[in-house]
Nanobody, 113 residues
Framework: QVRLVESGGGLVQPGGSLRLSCTAS????????AGWYRQAPGKQRELVAR???????NYADSVKGRFTVSRDNAKTTMYLQMNSLKPEDTAVYSC???????WGQGTQVTVSS
């Protein structure tokens, strides 16, 4: 079955780093745009970072310079490297693959002292 599974979330201190992984099964990330989204308590889900078919990356203004999205050479996993984390980054982070607009279950990231 086609599925996306996120991992790598957890509790981290402000200023710390985490790397999230999104592993695809039953589908290849080749020739597909994909991205990371997050939803914080009381807020709407928002786009964090996106990778196009051609490899172009886009980031939300709030994470530019701190987060980096990438895909592995086998096109089976997408990553989100998060540095200089802030409490306002606390959210459930989910990965998405466009066409067919497939979502993972999400992984919790909590930034707190």
């Amino acid at each position: 079955q086609v599925r996306l599974v996120e991992s790598g979330g957890g509790l981290v201190q402000p200023g710390g780093s985490l790397r999230l992984s999104c592993t695809a099964s039953g589908i290849s990330l080749l020739y597909k745009a994909a991205g990371w989204y997050r939803q914080a308590p009381g807020k709407q889900r928002e786009l964090v970072a996106r990778v196009t078919v051609g490899g172009t990356t886009n980031y939300a203004d709030s994470v530019k310079g701190r987060f980096t999205v990438s895909r592995d050479n086998a096109k089976t996993t997408m990553y989100l490297q998060m540095n200089s984390l802030k409490p306002e980054d606390t959210a459930v982070y989910s990965c998405n693959v466009e066409r067919p607009n497939l979502w993972g279950q999400g992984t919790q990231v909590t930034v707190s002292s």
